[in-house]
């Protein structure tokens, strides 16, 4: 079993930018897909990102293709999600996953964090 601690969310300016983090204790990600998914008020989960572990390849969703970038630091065991050009429409909780496979459905991650806010407002 992994636990997973997100952190990094806050409050920022449109056009601004945060990198959210996703740490695992418990074990290493070893062969796992850490996907990153946010959830605004009222509205459903959605995916964001994902990435495989061992080989470094990721997925990112196409509504933030090119200001949001998902890598991993082998040696602090931690997932980053790096968030440019934030636009107010980016304001909801994100949470970051573990599964066996790089893929954007929810029911395919296992592991749960329990979420980071981003407001992204004037």
């Known amino acids: 079993q992994v636990q997973l601690v997100e952190s990094g969310g806050g409050l920022v300016q449109p056009g601004g930018s945060l990198r959210l983090s996703c740490a695992a204790s418990g074990r290493t990600f070893s062969t796992d897909a850490v996907g990153w998914f946010r959830q605004a008020p009222g509205k459903e989960r959605d995916f964001v990102a994902a990435?495989?572990?061992?080989?470094?390849?990721?997925y990112v969703d196409g509504s933030v293709l090119g200001r949001f970038t998902i890598y991993r630091d082998k040696a602090k065991n931690t997932v980053y999600l790096q968030m440019n050009s934030l636009k107010p429409e980016d304001t909801a909780v994100y949470y970051c996953?573990?599964?066996?496979?790089?893929?954007?459905?929810?029911?395919?991650?296992?592991?749960w964090g329990q979420g980071t806010q981003v407001t992204v407002s004037t």
């Open positions: 996953a573990v599964g066996p496979d790089v893929v954007g459905t929810s029911d395919r991650y296992n592991y």
């Open positions: 990435i495989s572990w061992s080989t470094g390849g990721s």
